[in-house]
C-alpha cells in the first residue's frame, strides 16, 4: 500500500488541506473527500466529460489527472459559477434555452463551455459542436445546449461593440 | 475503474526523474499529460509500482525557433502547440493538425513528449513527427541520444524508448521556401483518433514538385511515410493520372486493420481519398506561396 502524501489545494477559492493516496482522482477528492458533488463521474477513462473541472483556469478532466497532482494548485468546479437565485450568465442561457435534461452532463458541459469561451472565438455553431465534442449527453440534448452557448457568445459580441 | 496503488514521485528536473526511474527499475512510468496513461491505470491494464510525474520539470516547456529549427519542449502541451505564433509561422501543417487532437480539456493537459512515447498508431503528433523529420532528444541516468521519429516508432503502441528513458526534447527542422501544405482527416467524431489522416507537403519550384512528403496515421501498426508515393511526385506537376498513381501507390504501401470502427478496405479506401485531397491543397497552397 503506497502512503498517503499532504496535499493543498486551491477549490473555488477556499484552501484546502488534505491527506491523500497517490491513486485518488481529482475528481474522486472533490467528491468523497471535500463533499463537492456537483462534479459528476460517468465513464472515468476520459470519454464523457462529465467530470470536467477547471485547473489553473484550464479545463480538465478529473478522472485522468490524480489529486496529488492538484497540490498547490487552483481548481474551480461548477459549485464556483453560482447558484439557485443566483446564477451566472452562463447558467442563465443554459435555464433559458432548455439546455439540460437529465442534467448529469451539465457539469462538465458548462465547465468545458467555461474554457471554450474564454480560448475560442465560437463564430459558427460548428465551431461550438467541435469544442463541446468531447461532452457527452445521453439525453443527445446537443442542439439546445449549443443555442445557450450561441446566445451567450452572441450577447457577448453585441456588449463589446 | 480506479486505478491499482502505487507509489509516486513528483520531479522537478529531468536529473530527478531520470534517478528515479533508475531507482525503481521496469517497474515506473512516467506521467506527463496523463491523458493515454490514466486511463490504461483505470483499467488495470498497467500497474507501475511508482509514478514519475514530470509535470513539475518548467525546463521541459518550450517553443524556441533557431536559423534552420524549431525546438519543442517533450512537456509542451497540445494546446500550447495549437496557438503557438511561431509553429504558426514556420510549420502551419502542425497548427492545423492540432486541432484535430482530441478535445480541449485533453489538449490543455496532453503533451507532445507523451503522445510520442505512446505512440498510438492513430494517433496525429506521430504521424506529423514523420511528416516533419522531426528528430527526438532522449535522456537516461547515464547518457543521452537522439533519434529520427522514422527509427522511433517500431510496433502499436510500441517505441525505441527504455524503461529508465525519457524523451526530453523534440526538433523540428523549418520547412523550406516555396512549400504548401494540407491536411486531411476523417474520424467518427472531431477530435476522436483518425480512422484514417494524410498530412502533406509539396515544395514547389517553377511549377515542378522538388520535394513531397506523405505521412498517413490510422492506417497501420505505426505512422507510414510512403516514400514510393513521394518519389512519384519529385519533378512532376499534378495531372489527374499523377494523382491517380499517387494515391495507388500509397494504398499498396498500407495495411491497416479491421475493427469495429472501420474495415481494413474501407480504410485503404479512405486514406487514398484523403491523400488527394492533402496533396491538392498543398500544391495550392505552394503555388499561392510562389504567387
Known amino acids: 500500500m503506497s502512503t498517503t502524501r499532504d496535499i493543498t489545494v486551491t477549490v473555488n477559492g477556499e484552501a484546502f488541506t488534505a491527506a491523500v493516496e497517490p491513486r485518488l482522482h481529482l475528481a474522486d477528492f472533490l467528491r468523497h473527500t471535500l463533499g463537492l458533488t456537483g462534479t459528476h463521474v460517468g465513464c472515468e477513462h476520459g470519454v464523457c466529460g462529465a467530470c470536467t473541472v477547471l485547473v489553473d483556469g484550464d479545463s480538465v478532466r478529473s478522472c485522468l489527472m490524480f489529486a496529488v497532482q492538484a497540490d498547490r494548485r487552483r481548481v474551480e468546479t461548477v459549485e464556483s459559477l453560482g447558484h439557485i437565485g443566483a446564477m451566472n450568465k452562463l447558467q442563465e442561457a443554459f435555464h433559458e434555452h432548455h439546455a439540460l435534461q437529465c442534467g448529469f452532463c451539465t457539469p462538465g458541459m458548462l465547465m468545458t463551455a467555461t474554457d471554450l469561451m474564454k480560448k475560442y472565438r465560437l463564430a459558427s455553431d460548428d465551431s461550438i459542436r467541435e469544442g463541446l465534442s468531447g461532452n457527452l449527453c445521453r439525453c443527445t440534448g446537443y442542439e439546445h445546449i449549443i443555442r445557450a452557448i450561441r446566445a451567450l457568445v452572441d450577447s457577448k459580441a453585441e456588449n463589446a461593440r | ?291
Not at chain 2, 507509489?7 to 493515454?36: F, H
Not at chain 2, 491505470?41 to 509500482?49: E, G, Q, T, V
Not at chain 2, 534552420?68 to 492545423?96: D, F, K, M, W
Not at chain 2, 507532445?112 to 503528433?125: T, V, Y
Open chain 2, 1 to 291: 475503474m480506479k486505478p491499482a496503488p502505487f507509489d509516486y514521485t513528483a520531479a522537478t528536473s529531468v536529473e530527478m526523474a531520470t534517478a528515479s526511474l533508475a531507482e525503481a527499475g521496469d517497474d515506473a512510468k512516467i506521467i506527463a499529460g496523463g491523458q493515454s496513461l490514466v486511463p490504461l491505470l483505470n483499467f488495470r491494464l498497467l500497474r507501475p509500482s511508482i509514478l514519475v510525474d514530470i509535470n513539475s520539470i518548467e525546463s521541459l516547456s518550450f517553443i524556441t525557433e533557431t536559423a534552420t529549427n524549431i525546438r519543442v519542449g517533450a512537456l509542451t502541451r497540445h494546446y500550447q502547440l495549437e496557438t503557438s505564433p511561431v509553429i504558426a509561422r514556420h510549420l502551419p501543417v502542425l497548427s492545423c493538425a492540432m486541432t484535430h487532437v482530441a478535445h480541449l480539456a485533453i489538449r490543455n493537459r496532453g503533451t507532445i513528449g507523451g503522445s510520442l512515447a505512446h505512440g498510438d498508431p492513430a494517433a496525429e503528433l506521430p504521424m506529423m513527427a514523420l511528416l516533419l523529420d522531426a528528430e527526438l532528444h532522449i535522456a537516461s541516468v547515464s547518457s543521452a541520444r537522439t533519434i529520427a521519429a522514422r527509427d522511433f516508432f517500431l510496433g502499436a503502441l510500441t517505441v525505441d524508448l527504455g524503461g529508465g528513458e525519457i524523451v526530453t526534447e523534440i526538433v523540428l527542422p523549418k520547412l523550406p521556401a516555396r512549400t504548401g501544405w494540407g491536411f486531411a482527416e476523417v474520424a467518427r467524431r472531431h477530435g476522436d483518433f483518425a480512422l484514417a489522416a494524410v498530412a502533406a507537403t509539396l515544395t514547389v519550384v517553377a511549377d515542378a514538385i522538388v520535394e513531397a512528403r506523405i505521412a498517413l496515421t490510422g492506417v497501420g501498426r505505426t505512422p507510414l511515410r510512403v516514400a514510393e508515393a513521394e518519389s512519384l511526385l519529385v519533378g512532376q506537376a499534378p495531372t489527374p493520372y499523377l494523382s491517380g498513381q499517387t494515391v495507388e501507390a500509397v494504398r499498396a504501401a498500407m495495411e491497416p486493420d479491421s475493427d469495429l470502427h472501420a474495415s481494413a478496405d474501407y480504410r485503404r479506401h479512405l486514406a487514398g481519398v484523403l491523400t488527394s485531397r492533402a496533396l491538392a491543397a498543398a500544391w495550392r497552397r505552394a503555388k499561392e506561396s510562389a504567387a
